[in-house]
């Protein structure tokens, strides 16, 4: 792998040398701020000229995004023909133009630097010169130190070779540990992101699940393999989420996919702006729904004496009347009840033998019917 990825290895050494060239005219040179900010800056050289490809990607993905429906169909009616279905697909993704491998095209990219760097740290950690970097200058990246870990240092290394690179193995593993855990909630918060925000809400397919699924095992296997990197290659990683979550924060506000919650959001602030050209019947129908909302009153309950009222008959009392006049009516009305029960309670006792004297008849319990 060395003599394949070798060119690689002089190209990520160079860039490196560089910059750590000019952060040595602010920090010291054998400093971890010198040799992290040299690698950081590294991350944001790839990741601007990776910017082409990261526009294919968002492509990509939304033609993936309204394709689902149309792929789901075909899979269900080819289920039992599996060339038939691939073939169907192939046509497809011809017809629309789209590719589904766009939308790894940034990690594709990306990888090779990613293995390179991975290399040119642990032969530091060796001692051993690689690409550009002569002796002197990998004895002073061995000793750069990000908050007391050694830039070439693991997780996993044992007690002596974290002593031989002039630190302890616990500041070695809060620093890694530390980094691992940002790594890992960065990535999961950069996919929850996509999933919530830039995704169109109205179309259930099975696309959404997987990115779903990815949301949870991308962070996991970070987190696994995390333990095995080098803190610079840590520093690498970390730094390309933090732009990448940069990036998409960027895209998703101003080029959201429409249909998603993004979208929604967006049209609101360009319609409060006044930017927003809508069609005049759908801006009328809009405004006539809200008046009609705001018009709508809950009807007020009546005080039980009042529904008494309506329900004999009788004229409720005026507003103002007193108190004396409101007692009158409910006097009235209660004779008028009582004088009722009695004749009722009357006839039952004439039509009726061995019913209880006096007053009106007990009604019988719900459950002796």
Known sequence: MDTILNPLYYAVSWIIVQFHSFFSLIFNKDSGAAWGLSIVSLVVLIRICLIPLFVKQIKATRNMQALQPKMKAIQERYKSDKQ??????????????????????????????FISLYQVLNKIAGGHEVGVLDQSLVDSARKAHIFGAPIASKFMDSASKVESLGATLTDVRVVTVIMIVLMSLSQFYTQRQLMTKNVDLTVKTPFMQQQKMLMYV?????????????????????????????QQMFVIRRNPTPGSLAFQQRQERLRAKGKLKEDPAEVEARQAAEAARAAR???KRQPKAKRQLAGTGQAQPQAGTGTAKKTTLEKQQDEQTGAAKGKQAGSSRSAKSGQRKGGPQRPKHPSKK
């Open 84 to 113: 038939r279905q691939s073939e169907e697909m192939m046509k497809l993704y011809k017809e629309s133009g789209t590719n589904p491998l766009s939308s790894c095209l940034p990690i594709l990219a990306q990888s090779p630097f």
């Open 218 to 246: 991308f962070p996991i296997m970070f987190a696994v393999f995390g333990i095995n990197f080098p803190v610079g290659v840590l520093v690498y990683w970390l730094t390309t989420n933090v732009w990448t979550l940069g």
């Open 297 to 299: 009153q809950q009807p």
